[in-house]
């Protein structure tokens, strides 16, 4: 069993690693290298006035987690005017999450879980209560809070079965860290239960913040725009979003088998550094595409198209009639579903959900997800779909009434927040 002496060896060790692999994305892609200080726990001299602001740090790791934060943020700078939001990141995708610009908001990368640079941290942004969202479960981090005091909160957190067993060899460390938070907040009960085998923190159902989220304002316009661009008048729109390694090739073999006729079929890989990959794929299946980020002199309709863009997943939602959740085809237990779920679109979900689990059979028992197998069954699904608008239409009345009955998990956080400030 690891105690926290084994993990801060093995943790510093693993440091140069780590840094040379920073260096090496950002060799490939420069903007990783930005901020690389913060990576570190080291601060300059001008940013050190936080003693002064009455701050509420909240850790939002990727994409997933600070889109989920949005509705939470935006209550919290309309309520509390006094307070300061400090929002840290992990990962380069999630800090580039556009967010309604406040003074108010600073953004930052969370440090390695090195014992100096989470103290050089929170020395130095000094927050008065933090919000750690999902499953990011730092022992380093979570003890200095502890030591100094910091009233720490895991919220919205989720942890499959999978993820359970993948921590038993650190189940010591891991419970220990755990039983320093001051409460956790999970999305369902089966999260309940599998926390429950890890700690006995105090653990509550709150739901999922992500059913607060909703579109951008102007998705309509964006959609209206896109639609236009790529010429679309009648055509079936296939969505395959957020796609991972080995999926695009089994999606590209079916369609190339059945042939659509009047259909587009649109697949966004869920990492930028594979869209050439991707591309490459499409050449090799012989497919006809066009792509995004090249789509001038299109005088009809393509049948496929690669999604190489950042940022415009809602505006493919947006023309979607149906849309298949990458990372379900193969063991990646799928992506979040409920983002084309806010704007009513049907989705199709394969044998892999160990991420979303709870989301995605609760939405199968109403009738709003249909789950695949294998590719003959999505092909029925696909061809069930294409056929049937009115179908179509009552998925998205009760998908609209499901989603209305699972908000407001946003809310019962900013009760917790009020506690503190």
Not at 113 to 140: C, S
Request: glycine share 4%; hydrophobic share 40%.
């Amino acid at each position: 069993m690891m105690n926290l002496f084994l993990y801060n060896l093995i943790i510093s060790l693993l440091l140069p690693f780590a840094l040379i692999r920073l260096l090496y994305r950002g060799l490939i892609q420069p903007e990783y290298l930005n901020f690389w200080h913060e990576r570190l726990g080291w601060y300059f001299r001008k940013d050190s006035v936080w003693s002064e602001k009455n701050t509420l740090w909240l850790h939002c790791v990727s994409v997933g987690e600070t889109k989920a934060a949005l509705p939470l943020i935006k209550m919290v700078i309309k309520d509390y005017p006094d307070i300061n939001i400090l929002l840290t990141h992990g990962t380069l995708t999630g800090r580039r999450v556009a967010i309604d610009y406040s003074d108010r908001i600073h953004r930052c990368y969370l440090p390695f879980d090195l014992k100096w640079a989470v103290k050089n941290f929170l020395d130095h942004y000094q927050p008065r209560m933090g919000l750690i969202l999902e499953t990011e479960i730092w022992p380093n981090l979570i003890d200095q809070c502890c030591s100094q005091k910091i009233p720490l909160f895991l919220i919205n957190a989720r942890l499959s079965e999978k993820s359970l067993r993948s921590y038993a060899p650190y189940k010591k460390i891991i419970s220990e860290a755990l039983s320093k938070l001051k409460h956790i907040y999970v999305q369902s009960t089966i999260d309940k239960i599998n926390f429950s085998n890890l700690t006995e923190q105090p653990i509550s159902i709150m739901g999922n913040l992500k059913f607060d989220a909703r579109p951008p304002e102007d998705i309509a316009q964006k959609t209206h725009k896109l639609k236009a661009q790529l010429k679309i008048k009648k055509e079936f729109v296939i969505v395959v979003s957020s796609t991972r390694d080995g999926e695009e090739a089994v999606i590209l073999k079916l369609f190339k088998k059945i042939n659509l006729a009047n259909a587009l079929v649109i697949i966004i890989p869920r990492h930028p550094e594979r869209f050439s990959e991707v591309e490459k794929l499409f050449d090799s299946y012989q497919l006809p595409y066009r792509k995004r980020s090249d789509l001038k002199n299109l005088i009809s309709c393509p049948h496929y198209v690669l999604g190489d863009s950042m940022g415009e997943l809602y505006e493919y939602y947006g023309l979607a009639s149906l849309v298949i959740m990458g990372g379900s085809i193969k063991n990646f237990g799928s992506q979040n579903i409920i983002e084309p779920m806010l704007l009513n679109r049907p989705i199709a979900v394969g044998p892999s959900i160990f991420n979303f689990k709870h989301i995605v059979e609760i939405s199968q028992k109403e009738g709003l997800v249909y789950r695949f197998r294998g590719m003959d069954e999505l092909e029925e699904i696909i061809l069930q779909l294409m056929n049937a608008e009115d179908l179509r239409k009552r998925i998205a009345i009760k998908t609209s009434n499901f989603i209305e009955r699972n908000s407001g998990a946003s809310k019962k956080i900013l009760q917790l927040i009020n506690q503190y400030f």
